[in-house]
């Protein structure tokens, strides 16, 4: 069938189903007309514009000429109880979903935000399409989805749906052993005179100054100080401390990828701080984090890695009585690195050194050559503080050799410690200190006589086969000797 068509001319051949086309500068409304005549079809054309096509079909389907030509000119066309309606996209807001050919259709999320993914959505949907969104909140309880809703063409709906599922993927998880090892070395040594102990009235000590020699010429002339008392043993301090002391901290952190964890292993001292203004005055209670804070957020990348932003913090305070103010010392740092999958790493260098030396002295006395060590008191202090920080990431799902030392760790919190009426649980795994019955220490006798060696069948001992345990043939002409 061939008509002419305004300023074009359209041919349309039937072929049992199929449809050959030949359209040169026509009339849309026209061409898709003369398609449904030819079919048998009954058409509904909506659409206001008049847009001018050229195409040229060999034997398709009418159905994928109605599609190739609408959707290449900005219309759309559904079927309703056997009725074919065509409207233009741009003008479906003004008609009903069903007559536009949308439909509806509602995604749940479970892992990803419903507003990060609607951003991309709307990007996805055809100037026809439409979507909202619905929120979780943790303040009514009637808000517990995250899902989107969109009203599109179904082509655009199936576009969308895959990308829902491409983008909604549970977020990956790594185990985080943290191990805070504080070294502290510390040397005092304390010597000379107390002169606190000097004070008469205090300590009920008595002190004579007294000369010899001046009245007997053959004598050798001398100066003597003589304390006597009660608490002379207070008068003359030596006294030297050590302390070698080692704190670790190893806590273990499951973390989701981008998230930001913090434990702390200490204790939260609190103070208050007033805020005057000139109508009131309100006062709140802040707290200051001492002791040993780590705090970590990683990032797993597609190779198997992990980026992380660490932050490990040591820190002493107390709060000031006389301000009221706290008062910190820390020791921290805080970087970025990037480890592989039980990779670990360190992070030392973190030490303070001190070292001092206090003299308390009787002015011209304490400075006389040798003798001027009794008229003085000397304080010597050395310390030495070190923090080594060590983290190693596993990566879910873990490791064999990870799993089981997982598995092994949940079942120790899992068995019960106590069982009916208040018996010990057994639970063979765990230390035990010394004790008379239940776990008694070995005898002194058989530390001090070591105990024969057990002998096995055959030479297995060695781990081989027994011809392989021979022991090589030894030369009869082999001897030791032993000269002096």
């Keep these: 069938m061939t008509r002419p068509g305004e300023q074009g001319d359209v041919t349309v051949e039937d072929h049992q189903g199929q449809i050959s086309l030949m359209v040169r500068d026509a009339s849309l409304r026209q061409v898709i007309a003369l398609i449904a005549e030819t079919q048998k079809l009954n058409l509904v054309f909506a659409a206001p514009a008049e847009t001018r096509v050229t195409a040229s079909f060999d034997r398709v389907p009418w159905q994928q000429v109605f599609d190739s030509l609408l959707s290449a000119s900005g219309h759309a066309w559904t079927t309703d109880n056997g009725v074919i309606m065509v409207t233009s996209i741009g003008n479906a807001d003004s008609l009903p979903p069903r007559a536009g050919g949308r439909h509806v259709e509602v995604f749940d999320l479970d892992f990803a935000s419903a507003v990060d993914i609607d951003q991309t959505v709307k990007g996805l949907i055809s100037p026809a399409g439409k979507s909202w969104i619905m929120e979780t909140s943790s303040g009514d309880n ?101 302390t070698d002391a080692k704190t670790l901290a190893s806590p273990k952190l499951l973390v989701v990828s981008g998230q930001q964890a913090r434990i702390q292993v200490g204790e939260k001292l609190g103070f208050r701080v007033t805020t005057t203004t000139q109508t009131s005055t309100l006062e709140e209670v802040q707290f200051l984090d001492v002791g040993v804070v780590l705090i970590v957020t990683p990032h797993i990348t597609r190779d198997g890695r992990v980026l992380m932003r660490i932050n490990p913090k040591v820190s002493t305070g107390q709060i000031n009585p006389s301000t009221e103010l706290p008062e910190e010392e820390t020791t921290e740092v805080e970087t970025d690195i990037m480890l592989s999958d039980g990779q670990g790493m360190v992070i030392g260098g973190l030490i303070q050194e001190k070292d001092s030396n206090v003299q308390s002295k009787v002015p011209w006395l304490g400075d006389l050559p040798y003798v001027g060590i009794l008229f003085q008191k000397r304080k010597v202090e050395k310390r030495r503080s070190e923090i080594v920080v060590t983290l190693v990431p596993h990566i879910q799902p873990y490791t064999p050799i990870v799993a089981a030392r997982e598995n092994h760790e949940l079942m120790q919190t899992l068995q019960p410690l106590t069982v009916g009426p208040l018996d010990r649980f057994y639970r063979p795994y765990e230390a035990q200190l010394p004790d008379t019955f239940l776990n008694p220490q070995q005898p002194l006798l058989s530390l001090l006589v070591p105990l024969p060696p057990v002998e096995q069948a055959g030479n297995a001992k060695c781990g081989l086969r027994n011809e392989d345990c021979q022991s090589p043939p030894t030369s009869s002409h082999s001897k030791l000797e032993t000269r002096n």
């Design 142 to 242: 009637r808000h517990t989805r995250e899902a989107i809703t969109v009203v599109d063409y179904p082509a655009n709906l199936q576009q969308i749906a895959e990308y829902i599922s491409l983008a909604d993927q549970p977020p990956r998880q790594v185990l985080i052993e943290a191990h805070i090892l504080q070294i502290d070395l510390e040397k005092d040594c304390l010597s000379g005179v107390n002169f606190d102990a000097l004070a008469i009235s205090d300590s009920g000590n008595e002190f004579n100054l007294r000369t010899i020699g001046f009245a007997n010429p053959a004598s050798t002339t001398a100066f003597f100080l003589e304390a006597t008392g009660g608490a002379i043993t207070s008068l003359v301090e030596l006294l030297q401390t050590t």
